[in-house]
């Protein structure tokens, strides 16, 4: 079952390796018995990638930091997002990447091309410098270029990572904000999105509010005067909204609504991921970043045409080009929309609603959130798929990392 139990499997067998030779050990037992593995990392995926009725991986006892240089990171593939923010933070460094993926594990978040929320800073993949794991005949190996585009992107497609290696940046404090924006100017090319070290914008489609999220590097302000209640937001000192009613209330809002009160300062990794995802489904398009606007207007009008309500804010952010391979956002500024649902809602007819609108204008699907893409539409969106494809035969010649969804995906 995955993280909100809208996906589901009876696997065979679950092997939980405690280390790279139990991987190696899994991986073998596997392909004596004629069985095909996918690995697994903490489940928050809502495609069918991780299924099997055959074996898993489930590699979220690979646990720890390996290792940290002055600018890189090397991590256990089953090491949360957050393990490893915390363990580089003791050291002054951190990953550039913001998502808002925490409880992922690093190996799960790489596979998927999990991304962040800023203009300018690429996803968790294309922080990757290096990788090792364990191949479809069940040999260790070191990703070298330029097969590392592939795997930055992997799918789960070409082995059982066991360590990723990963660049780090300086760890900083930032200020972060939050303020209703117009729509049409938050989403323009060159705005706001585009600007701010950090930025995502959300939207009720309906009424076209927009609540715009961003941080930056924290300036020296002189105090204001209080304006009556409680002192809050002079200089660095913040006020946040309780836990407690910012998790009740985020969990029935359909409109944008704030996180905090005031500026907050802290860690962005601290500060930006919402601290109460909500349980549900998502399905989620990297457009041309150019195509935004027009984008979510299409949305909106077909939505409301055919009386599809979008029950929770709709989540813009934006991303540069990326080179691994299968990217949503390969060879591109992209601009990512996510649509998500509450659990017990019917987000099959919504999902296929907003699937081919956005796909209508170049959107490709990110591969952890629904979609109905198969080989057909790889073929069309991702020019260097033959690419991902001749590693795949390289890797795993008998298709030992397999399964109905990647075959429809990726092909026999
Ligand atoms: C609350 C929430 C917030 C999210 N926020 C963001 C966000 O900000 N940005 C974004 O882009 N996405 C986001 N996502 C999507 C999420 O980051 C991806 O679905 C990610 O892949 C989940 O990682 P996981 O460890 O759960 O992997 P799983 O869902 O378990 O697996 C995902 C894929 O990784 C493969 N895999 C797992 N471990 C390994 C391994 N060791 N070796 C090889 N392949 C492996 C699996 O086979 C599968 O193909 C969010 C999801 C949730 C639920």
Not at 122 to 146: C, H, I, N, Y
Not at 283 to 297: C, Y
Not at 345 to 352: K, N, Q, S, T
Request: with cysteine; hydrophobic share 40%.
């Amino acid at each position: 079952m995955n993280w909100w139990g809208g996906q589901q499997c009876r696997p065979r067998r679950t092997d939980r390796p405690l280390d790279e030779a139990g991987v190696v050990a899994a991986v073998r037992r596997a392909a004596e018995r004629g069985l095909t593995v996918r690995p697994l990392g903490s489940g928050r995926s809502d495609s069918a990638l991780p299924l099997t009725n055959d074996v898993h991986v489930d590699c979220s006892a690979l646990t720890g930091v390996a290792a940290i240089t002055s600018d890189t990171v090397r991590a256990r593939a089953g090491a949360t997002v957050a393990s490893v923010q915390a363990a580089l933070a003791e050291r002054g460094r951190a990953l550039a990447t913001l998502t808002h993926a925490p409880l992922a594990t690093v190996a799960g978040a790489i596979a998927t091309g999990t991304h962040g929320c800023g203009g300018r800073i690429g996803s968790l993949s294309d922080q990757v410098v290096g990788m090792r794991f364990v191949d479809g005949t069940g040999r260790v190996r070191k990703a070298e270029d330029p097969e590392l585009d592939a795997l930055r992107t992997g799918l789960g497609a070409l082995g059982v990572v066991t360590e990723v290696e990963l660049r780090t940046v300086a760890a900083e404090e930032v200020e972060a904000h939050e303020e209703p924006v117009v729509a049409e100017e938050a989403l323009a090319v060159g705005g706001p999105l585009d600007a701010h070290r950090f930025a995502a914008v959300e939207l009720h489609l309906p009424s076209g509010e927009a609540l715009l999220r961003w941080a930056g590097p924290v300036v020296d302000r002189e105090p204001e005067p209080p304006a009556g209640g409680p002192v809050e937001a002079i200089g660095r000192v913040v006020t946040r909204l309780g836990h407690t009613a910012s998790a009740q209330w985020s969990a029935q809002r359909s409109r944008p609504a704030p996180r905090w009160e005031g500026v907050v300062t802290g860690p962005p990794h601290e500060l930006l991921p919402d601290p109460h995802p909500v349980k549900g489904g998502f399905t989620e398009w990297a457009l041309p970043r150019e195509a935004l606007a027009a984008a979510i207007r299409e949305l909106g009008a077909a939505t409301a045409t055919r009386d599809r309500e979008i029950r929770r804010p709709v989540e813009v952010r934006t991303g540069p080009a990326e080179t691994g391979w299968l990217h949503p956002a390969h060879g591109r500024a992209t601009a990512w929309i996510t649509v998500r649902t509450h659990r017990g809602d019917d987000h099959g007819p919504l999902f296929r609603l907003v699937g081919s609108v956005l796909e209508g204008m170049g959107g490709r699907p990110h591969w952890g959130g629904r979609h109905d893409w198969t080989a057909a539409d790889l073929a069309m969106a991702y020019p260097a798929l033959p690419d991902f494809l001749a590693v795949r035969d390289r890797l795993d010649p008998d298709r030992l990392f397999g399964g109905d969804h990647l075959e429809a995906l990726l092909g026999p």
